[in-house]
């Protein structure tokens, strides 16, 4: 027997999240059903920003005071790795059970397993078919792995965020947000690090002199970088593995991390069944998060778009599902969403990027220079800048920072942008804690 819902949404992450939420908030009747194959919950909070960010807490004390030695700081902060891991574990342990009994209600029921299209109306679970009016696909990305020899050899972020012991010798394949990321916990923690990259610099998706700072601050850490370096084998000897580059050079670790970025997570879907269609990216959708076939949806990171349209970012994800739940047929519209990466120092940005301003008439930069403030200099923040794009009305249309702080400061420019605050909103509707940020920004949007 086939068992009908009003929605089936596949994957228990952001996206679920938002739509349940907002069904509830409007106080609705319709059912639901979740599927999830893996932790309840999503990539998020099991093995991504959730418990990185947790990990992050202890890494910036512990680089802060690196930064405060000889400037009031006798002897820096270390890192316990196996205490602090055991806390990590035993602080997110009961999350997927937990947000899998949040889900649970009269009108939304959960299944664990494998979804599966029989047609572009049903579904199956394990041994059980179901149905919906809205099929909603969100079930996110997975870890790329690279297509070389020795891939069985690599680990990649999920094995890290669970890592009981820390290795000695840490080699990252890839520079992006990941790499970046955990590299600067591992170091932290007292791990060797290495970064191989194929292109000529990191975290292209930032404004690339900011970018520069942050590798700057990795390398007197004692990170290595290798750019322009493509990998094409990793082997091991004994406990040694080695991971040589088509450029020739070869470089030995204890721990390879392949962090060549994600990719749709929609292999065992069965998506053929359907009719559904996907490119390299991910599902392809129109502005209503519609895909080719009637009554089949798709949000978060598994949709296939570009980084101009949304980032592929929990916050999007959950706006996304919620979207889904809206009862008239208006298009998709994203707010201003602002993006960072949890390096240290820090990178963040919101709107239009500071590279495309540079080289548009229609705008203009204002660069500030942030490490005179005492907030920054308290913490030895040398390096911190802020830089602002606006338009020909003097109105703040995209920010770029560098800083200790920086993704914190720039949700501050996120909802100058979003409510479309002039300077003087800023100044006469506000008065700011002192001495942050905020009360240096009516000063830099005037």
């Not at 170091?187 to 900011?210: D, K, M, N, R, T």
């Not at 008439?361 to 390096?383: C, E, I, V, W």
Request: net charge negative.
């Amino acid at each position: 027997m086939t068992q009908k819902f009003d929605y089936i949404v596949l994957g228990s992450g952001p996206a679920a999240y938002g739509l349940v939420t907002a069904l509830k908030e409007a106080h609705s009747s319709q059912t639901v059903l979740i599927v999830d194959n893996d932790l309840f919950g999503g990539t998020c909070p099991n093995y991504g920003c959730e418990p990185k960010i947790f990990l992050e807490g202890a890494v910036r004390s512990v680089l802060i005071s690196q930064q405060l030695q000889q400037r009031g700081i006798q002897t820096a902060a270390k890192i316990d790795w196996p205490a602090l891991m055991a806390t990590k574990k035993a602080t997110f342990a009961p999350y997927p059970a937990n947000a899998q009994a949040a889900f649970d209600s009269e009108t939304v029921s959960t299944r664990q397993g494998t979804a599966s299209f029989i047609d572009a109306h049903t579904v199956a679970v394990n041994d059980e078919q179901f149905t919906a009016d809205k099929i909603v696909i969100a079930t996110g990305v997975t870890a790329n792995q690279l297509p070389i020899s020795g891939k069985e050899l690599t680990h990649n972020s999920n094995d890290v965020l669970d890592l009981a012991e820390l290795p000695q010798r840490v080699l990252f394949i890839g520079g992006g947000y990941v790499s970046m990321e955990l590299a600067t916990v591992l170091s932290a923690a007292g791990a060797s690090v290495e970064i191989v990259e194929h292109a000529p610099h990191a975290l292209g998706a930032f404004y690339q002199p900011h970018v520069n700072v942050v590798v700057k601050q990795m390398q007197a850490r004692g990170i290595k970088f290798h750019f322009g370096q493509s990998v094409n084998a990793v082997t091991q000897t004994g406990t040694d593995f080695s991971v040589t580059t088509a450029e020739g050079d070869s470089y030995t670790a204890d721990y390879v991390i392949d962090a060549t970025g994600r990719r749709p997570n929609i292999d065992q879907l069965n998506l053929a069944a359907a009719g559904v269609e996907t490119n390299r990216q991910g599902i392809i959708v129109d502005d209503h998060l519609a895909t080719n076939v009637a009554g089949i949806y798709a949000a978060g990171d598994v949709v296939a778009k570009s980084p101009a349209v949304a980032p592929k970012l929990t916050p999007v994800a959950q706006f996304e599902g919620a979207y889904l739940t809206a009862t008239d047929d208006e298009p998709i519209h994203y707010p201003v969403t602002g993006t960072g990466s949890f390096t240290f120092p820090q990178v963040a940005q919101v709107g239009v990027p500071v590279a495309e301003a540079t080289a548009d008439s229609r705008y203009h930069l204002k660069k500030m220079g942030l490490s005179p403030d005492f907030a920054y200099a308290g913490t030895n923040d040398q390096d911190a800048e802020l830089i602002g794009v606006f338009d020909h009305d003097q109105r703040l249309v995209g920010a770029a920072e560098v800083s200790q702080t920086a993704t914190d400061d720039m949700n501050q420019l996120v909802s100058v942008i979003g409510l479309g605050l002039t300077a003087k909103d800023f100044q006469q509707k506000q008065i700011l804690i002192f001495p942050t940020l905020g009360t240096k920004l009516k000063e830099f949007l005037a």
